[in-house]
Each structure stands twice: as C-alpha cells, then as structure tokens.
C-alpha cells in the first residue's frame, strides 16, 4: 500500500502509546494548552467596555466551545469533520479525516493529524464569528514571552553588530576561516532559539523561559556535545559552493527563536554567502508560538518601538532600531521575502509536499538551502512515525531526497518529540540509560543536511 497519512513509512506515533510523549501530549499538554485559550479569551472579555456586548457574547460562546472540546478531547471523543467554510484548507482536512481516519478519536488517529486538526478547529472557533476572526489567541503569550527575552535580544543585538562591522580580507573581501566560526555561532543560536517554545511551556514561568534562554547562550560553546548530529561543517562546505544563494527559511516560533533566525539570516545576507532568503510563515496562529505575518511585522515594529522595553537604555534601544531598520532595508529591496502557505498548515507530513502544493515545492526546488526549523517541520519532514534511531536522515525524508530535483534540504530542531533520526549506532541506548525524556527534554538536537539531487 503507499504512503498515505494513515500508513506512513513507519507505524505512526500515536497517543494511544502510554510511554510516549504523544501520550503525555494529548492526556495533558493539549488540555493545558486548551485553558490557556480560554484564560487569554476572559482576559480579552474582561478587558472589553459595557457597550461591546456582541463580542462579549460571542467571545463566551466561544470560550464555552472550546471547553467542550477539551472534554471531547478528554473523554477519547470521535474527531468529526469541520465545519463547511470559505478557508481554503478546510476541505483537505475533512477529506483526510473522512478517507484515513473515519472513526477514529483524539489518541487512535495518528498523533500528527489529530494534534494539526486541534490547532485548525481552535482557529475555526475563532475564524468563523464576526468579532474574533483575526483574534489570535496565543499572542500574549508571545508577547510577554518576548519582553521577558530582553537579556539575551539584547546580547544578540550586540554581537551581530560587531559581526558586521568586523573586518574582512582577502580577494573577496571575506576572511573564510572567520566567517565559517560565525557561521557556526549564528546557526546554533538559531537552533537553540528552538528550546523555547511556547507550546512545551504550559508551566514555566518567565523566569525558567529566562534561564533557558541564558543556559541557550552559555551552551554555545558547550552546546556541540547535545547535538547529536551536526552536520553544520558540510553545510558551510555547500555554502561556500553556492556563494550569492537562494536560501529559503521554513519558520517555526516566533518571538524570541524568529529573532535568532533573523539575525543569523541578517548575516547571511551582510556576508554575500545569501543574495535572497525567502522566509516561509503559518498563515493562521498555530502550534501556539509558530509564526505568522502579524507577528513578524509586530517583532519590526517592537524592536523599533521606544515603550516596549520601556526598561532598555537608549544605548539598547539605538542597537535594536539599527537592527530592525537595517532588517526593514532587506524587505524593501527584495532581499528577505516574506511568504506564507496553506500547505505548512496542513495535516499532511512532507513528503506530500510535491503532490499537495506543486506550486510551493516548485519554487523551493529552485533554492540553493531550505531550512526547516524546529520540531513540528521535523516530525513532518519524517512523517512523524516510528523510525529507528538509527535510520538514514535521507530515508525518512524521503521524496525530499530522492525525487529528481529534490531541493538541498537542511533541518535545525531541538527534539520535543519520540523522533530522532541519522543517530549513531548506541546513542540512544546511552542516553537512554541515563535520562528519562531525552528525546523531547528540547536539550537535545539535530542539524541533519540532505544536498538533494
Ligand atoms: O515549535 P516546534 O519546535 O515545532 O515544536 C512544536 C511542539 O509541538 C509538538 O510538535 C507537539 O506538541 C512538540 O513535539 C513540540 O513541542
């Protein structure tokens, strides 16, 4: 039988396995997560004037659906087909749901469609009313996470600064041996950004996002040892190969891991190594911090912003304007562009990629490095099944690496899920013996490259 969202390569992770973290997943962060909501939705209610009663009522009435939907999720409920609407994506939900999991409930379907169909009916409860229909519900979780990152932006802002400013030899104008250190530097910064993210912090407290955050920097130089397959070096070889690339961004968080991104993109850019980065956002809020395109010109405009860290010295806020406008520049002269697209939202895993949006895939076959962060794209890059260990990134993805044309393909994640692929024969016993979790604690992590075809 072929591939299909049913029968993946591998048997599929499911929440129906008690010792997995799709289990803890479904039993207790999906809840978790779903109270969030509402909590964020009150806040909004209680904040609102007598006179805007229409949204207080509808914003209770929403609240009330997502309730019922945590029971339905709690009490193992058969998934029913979306409601019929104008979203354009709304169809292929409901016809994988109705040809692959007909019948099947929130832990017996496979863990990726029943976890992307959770953050697609959240965004139909809002979508589909007139006065929350652009309302995104986890954006003061965003927002406060961000405010709470200062330290590290800050130290960030400073450091690409003096990168950009730092001399540079040779015919070309570049030091290479300088630059290949830098470019190591700005790529974990970018990988690690991924440990924060705000799905798997129901209950941190700004304080623990903080340390994480500042252990995120002190792990830089200590940080190779939890990389358990770094395939960086190879990477900086194929890019010294491309010179003036195409490189395209598959996004995931945004907040504190877009700004990670960015500032390694900035230098991409700065450096020449990049000529043009397409960056790839969701379209509708989800997985609770993935980006979209209003937090991605609100993080322009907050790093602009003279209030938001009203706390900052005008010596800290001046370095993050400069930032931001020197970021702005890329956007106006078609150097960073933005983009989003159905397909990253949909159930599907990628290597459905050229078949669901041949358009898409198209255009990435005509970049020289698609980086897909974080977990979500991983799980979705290997199809989210029980692969072993050891297996060869190249296998897992499958078509991404095998089919004429296959895109040059580069993963940067911190594990937050049971999946890791390409490890080394006795890796996962040795961690296995000596910590619980560790495949998706977010301390451990992949950069696994595929150089296409
Ligand atoms: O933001 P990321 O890195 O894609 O992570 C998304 C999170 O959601 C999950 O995919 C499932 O909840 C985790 O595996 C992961 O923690």
Request: hydrophobic share 40%; net charge negative; glycine share 4%.
């Amino acid at each position: 039988m072929a591939v299909n969202p049913a029968n993946p390569p591998r048997p599929a992770l499911q929440a129906t396995d008690k010792n997995t973290f799709a289990y803890i997943t479904a039993k207790k962060r999906w809840p978790e997560i779903l109270e969030k909501v509402i909590d964020d939705i009150y806040k909004t209610i209680n904040s609102l004037g007598p006179l805007e009663v229409d949204k207080i009522q509808e914003g209770k009435r929403i609240a009330d659906s997502l309730t019922e939907l945590k029971y339905q999720i709690q009490q193992k409920k058969p998934l029913i087909p979306i409601e019929a609407s104008e979203a354009p994506d709304i169809d292929t939900y409901n016809y994988v749901l109705n040809t692959y999991f007909n019948g099947e409930d929130w832990y017996s379907a496979t863990w990726l469609f029943a976890e992307c169909y959770l953050y697609r009916i959240i965004h139909s409860t809002l979508a589909e009313t007139k006065q929350w229909r652009s309302y995104d519900p986890y954006f003061r979780q965003k927002e406060d996470s961000f405010r709470a990152s200062f330290a590290t932006i800050i130290e960030i802002a400073k450091r690409i600064d003096e990168l950009i400013s730092a001399p540079k030899v040779n015919a070309d104008n570049r030091d290479i041996e300088t630059d290949e250190i830098i470019f190591h530097e700005l790529a974990q910064i970018s990988l690690w950004g991924n440990a924060t993210d705000l799905s798997m912090l129901t209950n941190f407290s700004f304080d623990e996002v903080k340390k994480l955050q500042s252990a995120g920097t002190k792990r830089m130089e200590e940080s190779e040892k939890n990389i358990l397959v770094n395939d960086l070096a190879k990477v900086w070889e194929w890019i010294l190969k491309c010179r003036y690339a195409r490189m395209d961004l598959i996004l995931d968080n945004a907040g504190f891991e877009l700004y990670g991104d960015l500032v390694f993109a900035d230098w991409l850019i700065q450096s020449g190594y990049a000529r043009e980065i397409h960056l790839h956002a969701k379209p509708i809020p989800w997985f609770v911090s993935d980006t979209t395109r209003y937090d991605f010109d609100w993080l322009f405009q907050t790093l602009q912003s003279d209030d938001f860290f009203s706390f900052a010295s005008e010596l800290e806020k001046l370095s993050l304007k400069k930032l931001a406008s020197r970021w702005q520049s890329y956007i106006v002269n078609f150097q960073w562009i933005f983009t989003e697209d159905y397909f990253w939202t949909s159930p599907y895993s990628y290597w459905h990629l050229a078949e669901q949006a041949p358009d898409l895939y198209a255009d990435l076959c005509k970049s020289q490095l698609v980086i897909f962060k974080g977990d979500l794209n991983y799980r979705k890059l290997v199809y989210d099944c029980k692969w072993e260990t050891t297996a060869p990134f190249k296998e897992a993805i499958g078509p991404l690496a095998s089919a004429k044309g296959a895109p040059p393909v580069l993963t940067m994640r911190t594990g937050k899920s049971d999946l890791f692929v390409g490890l080394e024969k006795g890796v996962e016993e040795r961690l296995n013996a000596v910590e619980e979790g560790w495949m998706y604690s977010g301390k451990y992590a992949v950069v696994q490259f595929s150089e296409g075809t």
